[in-house]
């Protein structure tokens, strides 16, 4: 397992990211294909382009209240 996966996915669950945003940024992350688009939110959305650009710079928008 990547650390770096591993240490992102830990942190966003520590601070209370929205599922969907973690969701979409292990998808993006590990190239799985989108969901069926039915199923797209937008923070499943943000979360598989920060994936896929290993970016863990924005999940920090996406903690709940």
Known sequence: MNQFYYDAVT?????????EYIQGWQCGFLQNP????????D?????????????TENFGEWVKD
Not at 11 to 16: D, N, S, T, Y
Not at 34 to 41: D, G, P, S, Y
Request: hydrophobic share 20%.
């Open 11 to 19: 942190k966003m669950e520590q601070l209370g990211v929205d599922d």
């Open 43 to 55: 923070a499943y959305e943000a979360g598989y382009g920060d994936g896929e650009e290993k970016n």
């Open 34 to 41: 989108k969901r069926e688009e039915q199923r797209l939110t």
